[in-house]
């Protein structure tokens, strides 16, 4: 890079003064300590999807439990059923974090994206003083004036046989202007107390840290770790009127009324029945 080079694109990082960049040595000092959970901490400025990244990177054996790789903008980044999520630079909180559940069999992992969207709803909370709802199994809401809007979503990948891959994308300083629907939020325009990215990704990878080692030591027990009550108590789905769409083009309309020990949304129907849904799309039908 020439000097020249190296002043536009420091230019560049700096052009908007709102929306400060991430310095990578600074969260390192702030989250990797000895026998801690976060190992490394890379930022990127620009890639298509730090899932897909990190995913490569485990696979390939270049990354350990405990990395986490932050882009300040992604061009390609995915929600559920590969639904595209993009948003301008430094506007939001885009990460992903490999983790390597040892001692967790394998039919709880389900509640690593369950147990990610709880921890990410505490940091907010804490740092960020928003009231960030959880819509089963991967949305998180905030509301905008009196309506509830998504300002967040979790992904969770496999990777490797050992390995899960968890992305979460946080919409942070998106203005009205700038959503990509009417229906999408932000921190910002849900009154955040502060839209700094540096403490809020520390407090949410601080909270991930201690919901998962909690987990992590229960076996993957939901109960045991308090999980499943939590996940709960802050789950805006329970007590709804819903409609699940499942693959098949089949769908269940019925009253969310719990999650169960795998982490499935369990509807009660018209018809008296209790119906399990592990996976799907819900629709918020009525209010609770």
């Not at 147990?115 to 003083?129: D, Q």
Request: glycine share 12%; proline share 6%.
């Amino acid at each position: 890079m020439t000097p020249r080079d190296a002043s536009d694109a420091n230019s560049n990082r700096w052009s908007d003064l709102n929306r400060p960049p991430l310095s990578a040595a600074a969260l390192r000092r702030g989250l990797i300590r000895e026998d801690g959970l976060w190992t490394e901490v890379d930022v990127v400025q620009r890639t298509g999807s730090t899932n897909s990244d990190l995913v490569a990177r485990a696979t390939a054996g270049e990354a350990a439990e405990g990395a986490v790789l932050v882009a300040e903008e992604q061009t390609a980044g995915r929600g559920r059923l590969d639904r595209q999520w993009t948003a301008p630079p430094r506007s939001g909180l885009f990460f992903s974090v490999l983790l390597t559940p040892a001692g967790v069999p394998v039919d709880r992992w389900g509640w690593l994206p369950l147990l990610t969207g709880v921890a990410v709803a505490t940091g907010l909370a804490r740092a960020a003083g928003v009231d960030t709802a959880l819509k089963w199994p991967n949305d998180l809401l905030v509301t905008v004036g009196d309506e509830e809007r998504k300002t967040g979503g979790i992904l969770a990948e496999r990777a490797g046989e050992d390995s899960v891959v968890v992305g979460v994308g946080i919409n942070v300083t998106l203005g009205a202007d700038e959503l990509p629907v009417p229906q999408a939020g932000s921190l910002a325009l849900a009154g955040a107390t502060t839209t700094d990215r540096d403490p809020l990704l520390r407090a949410v990878l601080r909270s991930l840290e201690d919901w998962y080692t909690r987990w992590r030591e229960a076996g993957g027990d939901p109960a045991a770790s308090g999980l499943q009550d939590t996940y709960a108590a802050g789950c805006a789905t329970l007590g709804r009127i819903v409609r699940a769409e499942l693959p098949g083009d089949r769908s269940i309309v019925g009253e969310a009324v719990a999650v169960d020990g795998d982490g499935r949304l369990v509807l009660a129907t018209e018809e008296g029945v209790q119906e399990p849904v592990g996976a799907g799309d819900i629709v918020h039908l009525r209010p609770a």
